[in-house]
């Protein structure tokens, strides 16, 4: 079971075009952030290798291939924000390598969204000429209605994006292997895990499916506040609140240089970067 970070930065990424500033010309490489994207990637209870994206924004086709993904069995879309959504069209390697379509579970108002943008796909016969082009199968999800997929439990949870409702996920269950690094990697798996990037809001029924986590993904954009995001401040706060063994901060700009940053943070509380794992292979 891994847990595999690929991609840490806002909808701009970092470094941000046409930006001079000291982390988009850091020589750190924890300092570039991709969109803001992540991969469950785990054994099923056959022991076949499956591989389950959150998000898939325009950065996906590099981050595919630095993370040597060789399939893709699903997608969860948070929300339908461009540097969330727009990668789907490059998942169509993966029906050709497959030959089989991929389910993507989102939202009515995602699902909508998705089928717009992508009408080549969805309404492929009105195509002007037959062309390679993505396969999905639309699974609607709502909040605190759990799907299972290949032993593991996923249960979407509602977050707000602003005054947009968005989702979140809260994911359990995987097999477990002897032995652990603590809070911060290991042989363990990393779950029980949220994943809450792209939120300004909690509401509260989703409180109760925040408790017992080992890990918590949460949105951290920078110190100034913002009318959509967490600040750092802020999603400090939600990560003492949950008690959460280890919680990582995503979808960070280029406000937030990493190494200084990650040192005033309080225990328990770190930035994520691209490619960072957490479990084991």
């Known amino acids: 079971m891994r847990f595999v970070f690929l991609g840490t930065g806002t909808s701009s990424g970092v470094p941000a075009v046409g930006c001079d500033c000291a982390v988009c010309r850091s020589a750190d490489p924890r300092d570039r952030r991709l969109r803001t994207s992540a991969a469950l990637i785990f054994d099923d209870p056959q022991g076949n290798e499956r591989v389950v994206l959150l998000d898939c924004g325009p950065d996906f086709r590099e981050q595919a291939l630095r993370a040597e993904l060789k399939r893709l069995d699903a997608i969860l879309l948070t929300h339908t924000h461009v540097d969330h959504t727009w990668g789907l069209d490059e998942v169509r390697r993966y029906n050709a390598i497959m030959g089989q379509p991929i389910d993507l579970f989102a939202d009515e108002r995602t699902i909508e969204f998705v089928r717009h943008v992508y009408r080549h796909i969805f309404d492929r016969k009105l195509n002007v000429n037959e062309s390679f082009v993505a396969s999905f ?52 798996p990393p779950l029980p895990l949220a994943y809450m990037t792209d939120v300004s809001g909690i509401p509260p029924e989703t409180w109760p499916h925040l408790r017992g986590l080992r890990t918590l993904v949460l949105d951290g954009l920078r110190h100034r506040r913002h009318p959509t995001h967490f600040t750092v401040g802020q999603a400090e706060s939600v990560a003492r609140e949950v008690g959460a063994e280890a919680t990582w901060l995503v979808h960070m700009s280029h406000d937030l240089p990493h190494a200084a940053t990650d040192a005033e943070l309080p225990e328990g509380v770190r930035l994520a970067f691209d490619g960072l794992e957490l479990g084991a292979r």
């Not at 994006?161 to 996920?169: M, T, Y």
């Open 137 to 188: 199968i639309t699974r609607r999800i709502e909040p605190l209605a759990p799907l299972d997929l290949w032993g593991l439990r996923i249960t979407p949870l509602s977050l707000l994006h602003g005054k947009l409702p968005v989702l979140g996920f809260r994911i359990e269950g995987g097999r477990s292997r002897p032995g652990s690094d603590g809070p911060w990697g290991g042989a363990r």
